[in-house]
């Protein structure tokens, strides 16, 4: 069993991305609960959307302290695949495995829709797949993705921007950047390349009947690295 | 301590029922017995005003697994799974505290539901709020709609539909109505009936405190400038412990450790004990030392009535207690045994060493006081203007006015609402909002299910009959256009003061309508909720029956949607045309007021029209359907323009009919409602 999709108390999309992985994959994978530690032989760990704790504090803030967080930083030391999602990202960001932080979305207000998605850096192990725009919604309160000027450069820099949204043709700006957040980021990876965060929901993208099969190129394509 | 005249008259019990609760006791109450029986005798948790009304409705069918007197209805859906549903208002709290009100009204109708051992996977919001144009109404709206996003969202349960109305018949009295969904495997269906004396009564979730100490009593109640002192009967909401509590319940009966299980809302302690004991016909012991406090010095009278929110209360065998323990510790949940079963039939309730109350649980609710109004037609519909005699000189440019009806705040795209609910999780969103009835896939299953809350306060106010009529029959066009057969529906009444006989007479007619129709559809009432008291300073709201109504497409049949699938397809328009503009939202709009008649609703010919819609999808005939709602035909058709594929248009030919000769103009055709 490769695959493992943590549920802390809170988490409201381990289901779906459950559903998601299994359905792409064609092989079970592995719900862990939040005091637990990731099987051994994990070679995916997924953080799902929700709100950990209530997101009372600051969303992640508290989750960023369960036990289990323990092994999902080994196995982000040892190379293995972390990919968190919305509430996962946030997650992410306070246990510094990625740089940044999350602030209110730009009107304040919790926002779920469909966005387009720039693939700013093909041929990573959640990108490896061709095509350059993806169709994903978004549903979050706190995913205005916030860095200082520098450390913005360095991101940029280093090919550690993933993900931008976008207009239906690719246009990155401000009107079609949904929550404010810095340079339109909707996804970044740490330096090494094998740690992801991103504000959009894969998993809720990956049937005609939901609106969108996009989702399932992020996760034919991190199966296949990691799973 | 001495029960005055004046104490039992602010208990909003009058001497006649005082005289009943001496029968029952056959003694003087204790201050703490006073205060049950006033928020069990209240019109939200007795029903005492509405009963004689409630019961003309259907209840049965043979697909209704459970009617009106559970925590909520369940309808069959399939071989495998039931579906449980029910609808309930928060008015009166969202008023004066519209994010808290709002907010906990969601998670009180999602314990309803997780409570029978379903999950919850829906939620709706009918919602009505004055003229937008007022900064007051304004405050309301928004902490309405976050206050639902928030803890809608936070518990992950997806909200899909509803509507949102204004009018300034709501001034200072919003209408919040929340329906909540979910699915259950039909042999885990678990029930609030107390049984097995020696079984023990589990309280679990958050604390006690002193908030909502008369919620239910003060929902029966007119608002008044003297609510706004009431403030503290408004709860505060945590979605985080009602999600930890959803999880825990939920594997609390997959694990088939409780008995019976009951949530804490409305009347809290005092109504889950009497009802549970009630029901099964058993006695219960609870000492209240052992209630988890947040409060220093709680009265028995308080800790009794307390409406805190996340509460639950479950019957035990003493057996399973680790067990149930196991599987609260996990959620970081506390279980705490508040007391036994046993077979004397009384609630007794204990508090620092002394019986606080000793109550013949059943002759709580056998013994509740039951009236028959009076009633009387109202003055004002003799005079509401005519749409057929008046107004129709107004001459104006269409296009123009078209446009600027459609940004109106009651046609308008209610995107800036649902966009702020997350609509999308548990991944069984097919038809988002903003369509005609919600769609699920249901996971596991072929078939899906399709959902709509509707009502017109404007109808039943120029005729609750018809209204009330209508008012079904909206529901039931809403669902038949996703191509779903209408299995049932629950229902919110919202009215003014019952004791008023015009307003009696609106609750009576709107009753009548909706249980002529819901026979006629084969839809049978599940359940619901009355609210009456609605009613601000300047008088009562528009009387606003709001129906919930849930419907299946059968596999193989693919779900419908309202927007214009493709070029090239046939516009058909099914029904006979309008003929005036009476109850239409255009001269609503126009003039701000109410303009008659009514439209007239005829259930066979509704009854048809269901029909051919679901036979129709069943069989492949249309790629999209949407029906004529608020606004009318033009209004129906820009949405179906506007929701439809990329760069759809459409062109539109209406043949000329003879028009009536009250109109001087065909703007019936246009924005008058078919019916």
Known sequence: MSTAVVVFPGSNCEKDTLRAVEAVSGRPATLVWHKDRLPSGTRLAVLPGGFSYGDYLRAGAIAQFSPVMKSVIELAKAGGLVLGICNGFQILLEARLLPGAMIRNRNL???????????????????????????????????NYFIDGDGLKQLEARGQVIFRYCSQSGDVGDAHNPNGSAGSIAGICNEAGNVLGMMPHPERAIDEALGSVDGRCIWESVLKCGG | MIISPQLIEEHGLNPREYATIIGILGREPTLTELGIFSVMWSEHCSYKNSKPLLRTFPTEGPHILQGPGENAGIADFNERFAIVFKMESHNHPSALEPYQGAATGVGGILRDIFTMGARPIALLDSLRFGDPGNARTRHIISGVVEGIADYGNAVGVPTVGGECYFSSA????????VMCVGIIEKDKITRAVASGAGNLVVYYGNSTGRDGIHGATFASTELSEESEQKRSAVQVGDPFTEKKIIEATLELIATNAVVALQDMGA????????????????????NLDLVPQRAENLTAYEIMLSESQERMLAICEPRKLDLMKSILAKWDLDAHVLGELDDTGLMRVEHQGKIVAEIPADKISENSPVYQRDKRWPDYMDALPDARTELLEMVMSARCEWLDFLASPNICSKRWIYEQYDHMV???????????????RIHDSPHSLAMTADGNGLYCYLDPYEGGKLAVAEAARNVACAGARPLAITNCLNFGNPLKPEIFHQLSEAVRGIGEACRTFGTPVTGGNVSLYNENPDGAIWPTPVIGMIGRVSAPAKPLKA????????????????????????LHWKTGKAHGPCPSCNLSRERALIDFLVEACEAGLLASAHDCGVGGLAVTLTECVLNGADEIGADISIA?????ASCSMDRADYFGKES
């Open chain 2, 656 to 660: 000329r009919r003879q028009i009536p």
């Open chain 2, 563 to 586: 927007g214009f699938a493709r070029p090239g397809l046939d516009i058909i328009h099914v029904g006979p045309p309008a003929d005036h503009l009476g109850g239409s939202e255009y």
């Open chain 1, 109 to 143: 207000h919790f926002i779920c829709r469909w966005i387009n998605l720039r693939i700013e850096r093909p041929g990573t192990p959640f990108t490896n797949f061709n095509p350059r725009i993806l169709r994903i919604p978004i549903a979050h309160a706190m995913g």
């Open chain 2, 267 to 286: 009347a809290g302690l005092t109504c889950s004990t009497a009802e549970m004991a009630g029901r099964g016909g058993m006695g219960i012991r609870v």
């Open chain 2, 426 to 440: 548990q991944t069984q969103t097919t038809t988002p909002p903003g369509d005609n009835a919600a769609v699920l």
């Open chain 2, 170 to 177: 709501y001034e200072g009295n919003p209408l919040v109505n």
